[in-house]
């Protein structure tokens, strides 16, 4: 078996490169508007901005970051060799801005009534990494 094989023979795990500014910025508490903003390819600004409205009660607002980093994340694993499916794994950092963005528009699907692309998501963050859809929950 190759080393980029999973065990089923399915895609190779997609490990996105490294962009550590913007994960800089924001552990240094730098707002996450200024990070999106410096940074609008980050999928960790947006996602930070989507938990950010979420816990605030501004459910549409976060639903619209959620979808900007979820999108933002798509683009970046398409780069990467990403074939619409296969493990994008949480253990890999740099993959966590696009699993939280994913997680987040999920939970604001649901909490906007949007109960299939709520269902979609959550499968997609499952199939993309069991152990995000744990740690995210």
């Known amino acids: 078996m190759a080393i980029n094989e999973n065990l089923l023979g399915g895609p190779p795990p997609t490990h996105l490169p490294d962009d550590p500014e913007p994960r800089e ?3 240094n508490d730098t707002p996450p ?3 999106a903003a410096k940074y609008p390819t980050s999928s960790l600004a947006w996602a930070q901005l989507a938990d950010e409205a979420y816990e605030r009660g501004s459910v549409v607002e976060s639903y619209a970051y959620a979808r900007t980093g ?8 398409r780069r990467n060799g990403w074939k619409g499916h ?5 253990e890999h950092e740099p993959n966590r801005g696009f699993l ?10 649901q909490a906007i009534g949007e109960q299939e692309e709520y269902e ?14 744990q740690t995210l929950g």
């Not at 979820?70 to 694993?77: A, F, I, M, Q, V």
């Not at 296969?86 to 949480?90: I, Y």
């Not at 939280?100 to 699907?109: D, F, N």
């Open 25 to 27: 910025l924001l552990a």
């Open 33 to 35: 508007a200024d990070v």
């Open 70 to 77: 979820y999108h933002r994340g798509l683009d970046s694993l």
């Open 86 to 90: 296969g493990p994008v794994p949480w």
């Open 100 to 109: 939280r963005a994913l997680h987040g528009l999920a939970r604001a699907a």
């Open 120 to 133: 979609r998501c959550s499968q997609f963050l499952k199939d993309s990494s069991p152990a995000a859809a």
